[in-house]
């Protein structure tokens, strides 16, 4: 009676010794930058040229332009200027937009750095490809970031925090990758507010060869053994399929790298596992349905 007391005794300090000792997941940041950055066929791009509050090669175009303050910004991602767009209401949409040549075939990525306080973010890219026989398709493709957090009800009724949407501080990604259909030469690339109150701003916007160049930063969860990082991964999903393998590592505290030229039409991830077998993940590019 009394040793089997003592065992159990020994089984529950072993047990908190396994919960203490159990291993932290590293940390992970992904970062994409465009492989061909020179290949960007977009003018003023980095929206540093405007004359007076008007960006230059941007134009702006809704069907009730009183709905809307659309000017150029000083404020500005890396450098100074940016689109800047104020939607009064959400009874209409308006967007910035510029017309690109492309060859068809060409796989191409549109992606730009955004601040929001509300409202709805539409990037909007179209096209008319000619068919053989002289008649014309839509093309099509679009991707939204949505935020609540100009709410009516908030601040005095909701805090902010509460409310979905992206930090109205933060400049975050948006990113679509497409292929040019058969027939199209022109492409108009366009950002605006889709039907939704708010303040946005665009930033370092690129179209250009849908290829990304990813800065990954990793660190070990913790200081034991078991928290080592002892690999680095990047995953295309579905699948997966592992389009990058570091290979076995010696039990790293930390790992940088670049992983250059990925294809950016894939939803790409990072995955980095420690010695115990923990792991995490980090996206490469926002979620392919949407930033909400
Ligand atoms: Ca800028």
């Given at each position: 009676m009394r040793a089997s007391?003592?065992?159990?005794?020994?089984v529950a300090v072993a047990l908190t010794y396994a919960w203490l000792a159990a291993a932290e997941v590293p940390t992970v940041l992904a970062k994409p930058v465009p492989s061909h950055l020179a290949a960007n066929v977009l003018v003023n791009a980095d929206l540093g040229e405007h004359a007076t509050d008007q960006p230059l090669a941007w134009e702006f175009g809704s069907a009730e332009p009183g709905n809307f303050e659309a000017t150029w910004s000083a404020e500005g991602r890396t450098a100074p200027g940016s689109l800047r767009l104020l939607t009064h209401t959400g009874k209409m949409s308006g967007y910035f937009t510029q017309r690109v040549e492309v060859t068809p075939g060409d796989a191409l990525m549109v992606q730009a750095w955004v601040r929001m306080t509300g409202g709805k973010l539409l990037v909007w890219l179209t096209g008319s490809p000619l068919l053989p026989d002289g008649t014309r398709l839509q093309f099509d493709q679009r991707y939204e970031a949505q935020s609540m957090k100009t709410f009516f009800l908030a601040p005095t009724w909701i805090k902010r925090e509460y409310l979905r949407g992206p930090d109205p501080d933060e400049w975050f990604l948006v990113h679509k990758a497409i292929e040019i259909p058969a027939g199209m030469t022109a492409l108009k690339v366009g950002f605006g507010s889709y039907f939704g109150a708010g303040e946005m701003w665009i930033d370092d916007i690129y179209c250009g060869p849908a290829q990304v160049d990813v800065e990954?930063?990793?660190?070990?969860?913790?200081?034991?053994?078991?928290?080592?990082?002892?690999?680095?991964?990047?995953?295309?999903?579905?699948?997966?399929?592992?389009?990058?393998?570091?290979?076995?590592?010696?039990g790293l505290a930390a790992w940088e790298g670049v992983v250059a030229g990925l294809d950016a039409s894939q939803d790409l991830i990072v995955k980095v596992s420690s010695a115990s077998g923990e792991y995490s993940t980090a996206r490469v590019f926002p979620h392919p349905r949407g930033i909400q």
């Open positions: 007391v003592l065992r159990g005794g020994l990954i930063k990793a660190a070990a969860g913790g200081e034991g053994d078991g928290d080592r990082i002892t690999r680095v991964e990047v995953l295309a999903i579905p699948g997966p399929e592992i389009v990058h393998d570091s290979g076995p590592l010696d």
